[in-house]
């Protein structure tokens, strides 16, 4: 067990490292050797930020120490400065961050109940009309673009919903959960409904597909000879086999989002790392935009690293390799 | 089981599995059910108790007075597992690779008897698996199945069927999917269980030589049908449906005048439309015209009590097999 984490994490750590290289390769070799400090500096800088930039990140020496003081300032949790808005990345990020976690936390949750119910009811009464209206339903979500289902959202229990006089969802935007847990659920509702609307499609199906295999399976009708009730049959020896390809998939779509998800954060304005990393790149301002990298990444990593130690968790012959 | 049918609808038809099947099982019995794969030996038990998905079961199924098919899932659901063990052909897929082995079998007992505190059925479960032969129990208990070898999964799924000490043990194929060694430690343990608690046996396998170490009475099936019932001296010794006989001839241990073993020609019927004669008709060296338009019925023969056969052709005039022989030689030479 302890060296299969051993392992795992190892490799995390290579990924990121192999992370930084490109990162690094891209936007302190790519421009070419003199023209780093102008890109990182943003458009419109004056002359004597560029060449305080090249002298902060050392780069008129060779590109091997230039690397080793960009991974050390790394190392160091220390992910740059915006010479635009004259900000330090990590105060971009810290305050970006909540708001994708925000999304996260509470669109996960619902998108794994969406799919997994629904896709264990498909499994156990496969070509019923559950089944069918869930695969229906499924597939439309699924075939939704998120901005379309977005807006659609907004108008529908927002707008009109306002203007007829009902106004349980506010406007889009986003509330800190510090400053009052309620405004900030109320706020996110219709995002994590978009997020997970579309996202629970995948799982319903993935769900459905992994609970089928299974319940054929013979320690399932084992279950059944020893007079387990069936819902116990299907929940505590069925679900609890078939959940490696659901927390597989979880994992991935969590990790990504971590990065931001882009979209959902466009559509109903949270200042998000989604959206960060959007005006960043509207803006070409590349210190910003290698924080939001360097941070995603991290975020997949440490998703990734999250699912294989629940693998063990969940199935005991993981952990003997 | 009285007059059990089994059908699947399927998209190519209706398979008939199992064609009124009737044999019973008197307490601390062990009875053998012999066939083929597809004879229906797995169904005509599994759909009694509700375990063969998507089966339409017709029919008497009575355990102890009380009709199974006739009961609630909840009832049915309380004999299963506590009066009827069951035990199944592959010990490597049967038990549940993400629980612990002392999990599954305490929870076998708790399901029923909720009253058991988690101490009184951890106890009850280091029993069963000493009772089983499996050793270090105490420390076994808390392994998973992988942690097991295949003989001591079987021996785990045995102790999980007699948990609740039931009066009848369903046994199916328990040592076809193990080594020979193995195959002999587990009938052993089931002789066991046969002699010391009594418990009545249901042996479903096609292994003839199981049969004769174990059961008292044997039940031979063929594409859903009995054909021939009786006592295991009757089944050995004064067999009388051809089909039986095939069985016995394509035994390694029956030594034939070559010294060869005798496979019996051609497949089973499709269960979907079977044939409107004898099951095994087409397959049997004595066929009549008869055979194949009409369905023998199971009838008493030989001098025993409960020895029933369903042939038309008495035993006494079929024709010998050097007969055979120069009749197929002469067909040979027409065709």
């Keep these: 067990m302890i060296r299969f984490l051993a392992r795992r994490i190892a490799l995390g750590v290579l990924v990121m490292w192999c992370v930084t290289l490109v990162v690094f390769l891209i936007f302190y070799v790519g421009p070419g050797a003199g023209d780093v400090a102008r890109a990182l500096a943003g458009r419109e800088a004056p002359p004597s930020t560029v060449a305080l930039i090249a002298r902060n990140l050392l780069l008129d020496r060779p590109w091997y120490v230039q690397y080793g003081h960009f991974l050390s300032q790394l190392l160091h949790g220390n992910l740059g400065y915006d010479y635009y808005n004259s900000e330090s990345v990590n105060t971009i990020i810290a305050q970006a961050f909540p708001v994708t976690f925000s999304l996260i936390i509470g669109a996960a949750p619902l998108w794994l109940a969406f799919g997994i119910l629904s896709g264990v009811y498909s499994a156990v009464r496969p070509r019923s009309l559950g089944d069918r209206t869930f695969t229906g339903v499924a597939l439309l979500f699924y075939s939704t673009p998120t901005f379309v289902l977005g807006v659609l959202l907004i108008l529908v229990l927002y707008y009109e919903l306002t203007v007829h006089g009902v106004s349980i969802f506010p406007a889009p935007g986003y509330v800190p959960f510090t400053q009052s847990p309620l405004q900030w659920a109320r706020a996110l509702i219709l995002p994590w409904l978009a997020l997970a609307l579309v996202l629970a499609a995948a799982y319903t199906r993935l769900t459905r597909s992994s609970m089928l295999d299974v319940l054929g399976e013979d320690y399932v009708r084992t279950a059944r000879a020893k007079g387990v009730p069936e819902r116990r049959v299907i929940f505590r020896h069925a679900l609890r086999a078939a959940l490696n390809p659901i927390v597989t998939q979880a994992g991935i779509d969590i990790g990504v989002l971590f990065g931001g998800a882009v979209i959902t954060e466009q559509v109903f304005d949270l200042p998000g790392l989604g959206w960060v990393a959007v005006h960043a790149i509207q803006e070409q301002d590349l210190p910003v935009i290698i924080g939001v990298v360097v941070v995603a990444s991290a975020g997949v990593v440490a998703a990734n690293l999250i699912v294989d130690i629940l693998y063990a968790v969940l199935d005991p012959r993981v952990r003997l390799h | ?335």
């Design chain 2, 1 to 335: 089981m009285d007059n059990l049918w089994v059908r699947f609808h399927t998209p190519d038809g209706v398979v008939q599995a199992v064609r009124g099947v009737s044999f019973a099982v008197e307490p601390g019995e062990t009875l053998g059910i012999v066939g083929e794969s597809g004879s229906g030996k797995t169904l005509a038990t599994q759909a009694a108790f509700g375990l063969a998905a998507g089966a339409r079961v017709e029919g008497r199924a009575v355990f102890d007075r009380r009709d199974l098919l006739e009961m609630t899932v909840r009832d049915r659901r309380e004999i299963l597992g506590s009066q009827v063990g069951m035990v199944f052909q592959n010990p490597l897929s049967s038990l549940h690779p993400m629980y612990r082995v002392g999990w599954q079998l305490s929870e076998a007992i708790r399901i029923h008897d909720r009253s058991m505190s988690r101490r009184a059925a951890h106890a009850r479960v280091v029993e069963l698996l000493s009772l089983v032969g499996i050793p270090q129990p105490e420390r076994r208990i808390d392994d998973f199945p992988h942690q097991f070898s295949g003989g001591m999964r079987q021996r785990a799924m045995i102790a999980m069927a007699i948990a609740l000490g039931p009066a009848l043990l369903i046994a199916d194929e328990p040592t076809t999917a193990v080594d020979v060694t193995i195959q002999a430690q587990i009938l052993q343990v089931l002789k066991q269980l046969k002699e010391e608690l009594g418990i009545a046996i249901v042996m479903i396998t096609h292994d003839l030589g199981v049969i004769a170490q174990l059961a008292d009475r044997v039940v031979v099936l063929y594409a859903g049908k009995v054909m021939e019932q009786g006592s295991v001296r009757d089944l050995f010794y004064e067999h009388h449906h051809p089909y039986t006989e095939g069985l016995l001839r394509s035994l390694p241990a029956a030594e034939t005048e070559r010294g060869q073993l005798v496979p019996i020609e051609g497949q089973p019927p499709s269960p979907i439309d079977p044939p409107p004669g004898c099951p095994f008709a087409p397959r049997c060296r004595y066929r009549m015209d008869r055979c194949v338009v009409e369905q023998p019925r199971l009838e008493p023969v030989g001098g025993h009590r409960g020895h029933d056969s369903a042939c038309f052709l008495p035993k006494d005039r079929r024709p010998s097999d050097d007969r055979i022989a120069v009749e197929a030689a002469k067909g040979d030479d027409s065709g």
